[in-house]
């Protein structure tokens, strides 16, 4: 059975401290995506990046990074100089290539991180 | 639309009584996904559709759940006989075939 785990339940941090948010998985498949999405206050999931599971390349995009590592079942997710507007809850997840599954990619999310940035 | 949408967005309801909830996928959109939202249980998938048929329905609790998907597009989940413990934030995500999930708002139902 997939899983993921999201140890920090919240984190809090001053405005322009970097922060990291920590994720676990574990699947038996050797073919899967990994996802983080943000929820922030208004309650609407909002997707942040997709990874499949061949490509263990980090990516950076402007204040977002992701660190990918296979070896350790790792998924992070750091932020850059974080602000105010950062702050909400961050959920990984996990799901089966469609190919392998034959069915759709329901994702297996984890309890999620409370980030809070105050000024 | 531009995004999916769901109605209502809030419903408070009695125990014992039918609720429906609708979602609206983004207009193309093959796949459409239901995921519940609870304090207690977290994010957890219900049933899944691929066009109007649902392949996987392994997330749903208990019979009272069941779920419909017309014309490919909208779909509706009715919980029957309501109880407490289904009070929770019900969410639709759609996408095309294996591809990301978009969110809708959700619909935060309440059971007293």
């Known amino acids: 059975a997939q899983k993921v785990t999201q140890a920090q339940t919240e984190i809090s941090v001053v405005e322009k401290e970097d922060v990291t948010l920590d994720c676990v998985y574990e699947t038996r498949d050797t073919t899967y995506y990994l996802f983080w999405y943000k929820q922030p206050p208004s309650g609407e999931l909002v997707f942040l990046i997709r990874?499949?599971?061949?490509?263990?390349q980090n990516e950076i995009s402007g204040r977002y990074s992701w660190n990918f590592q296979k070896s350790t079942s790792s998924f992070n997710f750091t932020i850059t100089a974080s602000q105010v507007v950062d702050s909400a809850v961050y959920f990984c997840a996990l799901s089966e290539k469609e190919e392998v599954t034959g069915g759709g990619n329901k994702l297996t999310f984890g309890t999620g991180t409370q980030l809070k940035v105050e000024l | 639309g531009a995004g999916v949408s769901q109605s209502p967005s809030n419903k408070v309801t009695e125990k014992g009584k039918d609720v429906e909830l609708r979602c609206d996928p983004i207009s193309g959109h093959t796949a459409l996904y239901w995921y519940r939202q609870s304090l207690g249980q977290g994010l957890e998938f219900l049933i899944y559709f691929q066009g109007n048929s649902a392949p996987d329905k392994s997330g749903l609790p208990s019979d009272r759940f069941s779920a419909e998907r017309t014309g490919g597009s909208v779909s509706t989940l009715t919980i029957q006989r309501t109880q407490q413990e289904d009070s929770a934030v019900y969410l639709c995500?759609?996408?095309?075939?294996?591809?990301?999930?978009?969110f809708g708002p959700g619909t935060r139902l309440t059971v007293l």
């Open positions: 990874r499949n599971s061949f490509d263990e």
């Open positions: 995500a759609s996408s095309l075939s294996g591809a990301i999930q978009f």
